[in-house]
């Protein structure tokens, strides 16, 4: 679970229950991360409320510190914020897999295409 996450609110007062939900959902994305950079990461979610001519609307924002220098960011618009962290929750997964690839040269090894491979 990611130990450091502040959530804040710009024209919207965070309450308990999005509090406890944002937490959850994005504290568990830490098991995707590489084991060495599990303990220090730090996440800031800022929700802001959009006043649109058909409806209110909020962005959110999730920004995830990496040591190393590595910055992990998504960005959504939605007429329901627990239903905004469930879409950035997906969007960060798929980053945080892809920079873990990038990282781990290990893992960009495909030993099933070795398989199919023609030695010369």
């Known amino acids: ?8 609110g710009s024209n919207y007062k965070v309450e308990e ?3 406890k939900y944002a937490t959850k959902r994005i504290g568990k994305l830490d098991r995707y991360l590489p084991r060495g950079s599990k303990k220090d990461v730090v996440a800031k979610i800022v929700v802001t409320e959009v006043n649109r001519s058909h409806g209110n609307k909020y962005e959110i924002s999730v920004a995830m510190e990496i040591p190393g220098g590595k ?3 998504a960005k959504d618009e ?3 914020v627990f239903a905004g962290i469930d879409i950035l929750e997906a969007k960060l997964t798929g980053q945080i897999r892809r920079y873990k690839i990038e990282t ?4 960009r090894k ?3 295409l070795r ?3 023609r030695e010369k």
């Open 1 to 8: 679970m990611i130990e450091k996450i502040d959530i804040s």
């Open 17 to 19: 229950s999005f509090q």
């Open 71 to 73: 910055v992990i960011a």
């Open 78 to 80: 939605c007429s329901n």
């Open 104 to 107: 781990n040269p290990h893992l």
């Open 110 to 112: 495909n030993p099933i």
């Open 115 to 117: 398989l199919f491979r």
